[in-house]
């Protein structure tokens, strides 16, 4: 099962705070290049795959899907999505994404964020959602680099010329990685970045497009903050056709 550290209070009660939790999508720096990478939203269906709060499902309505569900392993999110929209066509459901058996050609794009990193079985997690859409339709997604995930211990290190340095540690080992992120303990899958591309081909799907993502200068410029974003990949950004 996925552990569900987002239903820890003090873990949840950190999360809340994030600029991405408060602002929603807008305070996703990554947001606009994922968004790039979708097509036009009006009459598609739509699944995504650890909803949070549900700020893309709201946003996917909002671009005319015809319907949407969201689906997340956590009740505290879901408790937080439910409230925030009346929208009878939004369907939210607590779904462990380990187990998940989504019907087979029921959705026009599948979307998800910050997600499949926690998933131990992906490569059974992509067979599913192959499965459950209909062909042409596509997957979008967003998760941790491998290079970013793959320190024991996340920090900079410095170089002999002062100079901030990334470390790597033991890239090649895949598995389980134990973070204190917001809270002790939680528990990250990482693997190759040739292992992810792998199983996305292993189960069907056309790669469309991967990004491995950075600050512009204009966002830069805007959120000073981000500059050490463009030291090391934080995220991964990839689009797959069925």
């Known amino acids: 099962m996925t552990q569900n550290i987002y239903d820890d209070p003090a873990f949840f009660e950190g999360y809340s705070k994030l600029g991405r939790s408060v602002e929603g999508l807008a305070g996703a720096a990554e947001w606009p290049a994922l968004r790039a990478l979708l097509a036009a939203m009006r009459g598609l269906r739509v699944v995504d ?20 569900l969201g689906l997340d392993v956590s009740e505290k999110m879901l408790e937080r999505a439910r409230s925030s929209s009346a929208d009878t066509v939004i369907t939210y459901a607590k779904a462990d994404l380990e187990k998940l058996d989504l019907p087979e050609a029921s959705f026009d794009l599948a979307y998800s964020s910050l997600a499949f990193h926690y998933i131990e079985d992906l490569r059974g997690l992509l067979a599913n959602i192959h499965r459950a859409l209909v062909p042409g339709a596509r997957l979008v997604f967003s998760i941790e680099h491998p290079i970013y995930m793959a320190p024991q211990n996340p920090g900079w290190l410095t170089d002999e010329n002062g100079r901030k340095t990334w470390p790597i540690d033991s890239y090649q080992r895949e598995g389980a990685r134990i973070t204190n992120w917001l809270a002790d303990g939680v528990v990250k899958q990482h693997r190759t970045m040739g292992t992810l591309l792998n199983h996305l081909i292993g189960a069907g799907f056309t790669i469309a497009h991967v990004q491995e993502w950075g600050p512009t200068d204009g966002e830069v410029a805007a959120r000073p903050e981000l500059a050490e974003e463009r030291e090391r990949p934080m995220m991964l950004l990839v689009s797959a056709n069925r």
């Open 49 to 68: 795959l650890g909803c949070g709060y549900g700020w893309f499902c709201r946003w996917a309505r909002e671009q005319g899907a015809a319907c949407v």
